[in-house]
């Protein structure tokens, strides 16, 4: 079983309730996303209703994961499985996840498991996700290859006249067709004037000549996620568009080449953050650096001036730069990969060098 009994020990309690569907993934292998998992006494149980039943008592199985799945239902309640569970493993002290519960849920765990004390893990167990086994490295690497073939494909449609809904829905596309399951988060792509809004939400407003395009875009593959971006321009760049580019570019590689485990993340934001001042386009670069991916899209730790965790092997990490100049455009160049004993490996294959469409 994944390090559970750590992290009673971490946070001074008898067990855990694991509710984040992420976490609930991780730790008990069932990829429904919709049960409870409760480790106490050292053995894990998954609850489920019966619309998952079949699939939990398999996948808990197939990933080895030490958790059994249990189904409730109007004969067997959940709260009364749960009392009973927590009553034979003697627990007075059970952990929750404050960061993914509402309000409301937990006033409702807390009138249903009265009898016990409730205390917040905080995020000790999204933790136990930082480092990545090499099969969750395989599967990332999977995906972030998948996001590679679809902007391979979609690169030679970019024209004069096509909206930017239209090059978010070919990316989207050409990621279910090279093997995607899903998004990893909402496709951005952004031109001319949208292109300073950093998550700018795709419209109907066509590509133009001269325009900067920026495309923000990810997928999932066998639940883990993708993240890539690439800023191409429509027609000619001009010397403006150029010397931000490259700065961008400067700044990603830099990161990228200096990254080596040991390091705290706030002095790797550092090295891009300093570069892109230098340029002087300090104020144009608003956002961290990067951030850790998994099994959801922004997981810890992340590349930021406020993050001081420690690099190690086995983490993965975005490294994306912008500039964005209102009224300008922006650019920002964004690669996945993870730290490795000598540095970082980018999983990131399409070219980064300017791209001009000059075709229109
Ligand atoms: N598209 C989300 C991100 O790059 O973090
Ligand atoms: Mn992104
Ligand atoms: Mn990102």
Redesign the pocket.
Known sequence: MISLKKTTDITDTDGILVTDPYNLRYITGFRGGEGIALYSGEQGVLFVDSRYTEAAMRETKAAGSGFIAVEFNREHPLKDLITEKLKEDDVKTLGFEDRFMTCSEYVSWKEKLSDFILKPVEDHLTELRRIKTPEELRLLRKAEAIGDTALAAVVPLLKVGMTELEVAAELEYQMKKAGAEGL???T?AASGLHSAM??AIPSDKKLEEGDFLTM???CRYQGYCS???RTVVIGHANEKQKKIYNTVLEAQLKAMNELKPGMRCCDVDKIARDHIEEAGYGSFFG?GL??SVGLY??ESPALNTRDETVLEPGMIE?I?PGIYIPGFGGV?I?DMGVVTEEGYESFASSPKELIELKST
């Open positions: 990893s988060f909402d951005i950093p998550h923000d875009f990810g993240d890539m971006t956002h990067g951030h899209i922004h975005t994306e920002r964004e």
